[in-house]
């Protein structure tokens, strides 16, 4: 019989809790994204998080430990090899990645594959290294529109990112050119979790403006996972942010593109008002993406505490029969060097309006214990392959 009728993933992306034993294996030794977070904050006004149990789980300069916490709290460490999105989050729902996704940060894209791409597509390349997307258009936007080269570049995932005037180059034409990419990097040397078309309008440096019509050729998950599984056991799985791009649409039943991380905040209040039976799974890109790469403290810092007001509203609207799990996929320490995400434990906190107890539950070796949960809840069998073992019983 299950405990929960809604339950509601929210992936805060990076929000790492500090470094895991192996991270001297990726360079991240002392990395952590929290801590180092709230030693930069002058103020740090979190307590929704606090009153779950935040500080409990991770001791914080402005935040004391809940002295009655809301949650269960743990910390989660990564099983599979890598520290990018797409494999933080198919551990979560089962899938064990051992081989990590070719990145291609230091260096840019391989002169073979660019050659290729220009062959295949008819456009000159341009750019072919690791920026934000604001900087890139403004170095070469005006330089794409004026020849109708193509400005090609990476960032610390393993993605390949186009960017196409949407007036000059056209969607259709980007859309083709990302679709020549994501066959040519289906090759194992030169094979990334997604291709990205990145449609963009404005004329002039400073003006440039990246709009909605984004589309991600994911990678599909190497085999199902506990998505699959919900769906076909006939339960609702609705994604909110990137969940969709993440698995190709892989177990989805409905989908809500968001504009930033405050805006899924939004989109999940508006779902909590929905009489759904299943999961809701939330990636809130806007740490990782805007903060998180760029090396910026303080506005994490600030992207959390907007985060925080939009909790209050969510722990309010929850029914006694709703689970509300908080997690991250990675860590991405912006006191660290470079702009690469961080090989990080990230939190686990889970509750219910119906829970009876709360605190410490003990560290997991694997995100996986969250797909066996939400499954082990509606009396689903995780697919075979997976990993993972159910705590729902530990939220009593």
């Not at 009153?51 to 269960?72: R, S, V």
């Not at 996972?225 to 990137?242: C, E, F, M, R």
Request: aromatic content about 8%.
């Amino acid at each position: 019989m299950e405990k929960y009728r809604r339950i509601f993933t929210i992936v805060l992306d990076s929000l790492g809790i500090g470094a895991m034993d192996n991270a001297a294996d990726y360079g991240d030794v002392g990395t952590d994204t929290l801590g180092h977070i709230d030693e930069r904050m002058e103020s740090f006004h979190i307590p929704n998080l606090a009153k779950m149990g935040i500080a409990n789980l991770h001791p914080l300069i402005h935040a004391e430990p809940a002295e009655k916490p809301l949650a269960y709290y743990t910390e989660l460490n990564e099983a599979s090899t890598g520290k990018d999105t797409m494999t933080g989050h198919w551990e979560m729902m089962g899938l064990h990645i051992t081989k990590p996704f070719q990145t291609f940060t230091e260096h840019g894209f391989p002169k073979e594959l660019i050659e290729e791409l220009e062959k295949r597509t008819g456009h000159k390349i341009v750019g072919n290294k690791s920026a934000s997307g604001t900087e890139i258009l403004d170095e070469y936007g005006e330089h794409e529109i004026a020849t109708g080269d193509m400005i090609v570049y990476t960032s610390a995932d393993s993605v390949l990112q186009i960017c196409g005037n949407e007036e000059t180059f056209g969607l259709d034409e980007l859309y083709r050119c990302c679709e020549i990419a994501r066959e040519l990097t289906m090759r194992d040397e030169w094979k990334v979790g997604r291709v990205i078309a990145r449609p963009y309008v404005g004329r002039k440096k400073g003006e440039f403006k990246r709009t909605p019509n984004r589309h991600d050729y994911a990678l599909k998950p190497y085999g199902p996972t506990a998505l699959d599984a919900l769906k076909t056991a006939g339960y609702d799985v609705i994604s909110i942010g990137k969940i969709k791009d993440i698995f190709d649409g892989e177990g989805i039943t409905e989908a809500y593109k968001s504009q930033s991380s405050v805006h899924g905040m939004e989109q999940t209040i508006e779902v909590m008002d929905k009489d759904f039976h299943g999961l809701c799974f939330v990636n809130l890109v806007d740490f990782d993406a805007l903060w998180g790469h760029r090396r910026d403290p303080i506005g994490y810092g600030k992207e959390i505490e907007r985060f925080d007001e939009k909790l209050q509203i969510v722990l309010s609207k929850l029914k006694e029969d709703d689970l509300l799990i908080l997690t991250a996929d990675h860590g991405n320490d912006p006191t660290y060097t470079g702009t690469d995400h961080t090989k990080e434990k990230v939190p686990f906190l889970a509750y219910s309006p119906s829970m009876s107890g709360s605190g410490r539950i003990p560290s997991e070796d694997t995100f996986a214990v969250i797909g066996a949960t939400i499954t082990d809840n509606f009396g689903v069998t995780m697919p075979e392959g997976t990993i993972g073992k159910s705590i729902l019983q530990e939220l009593k």
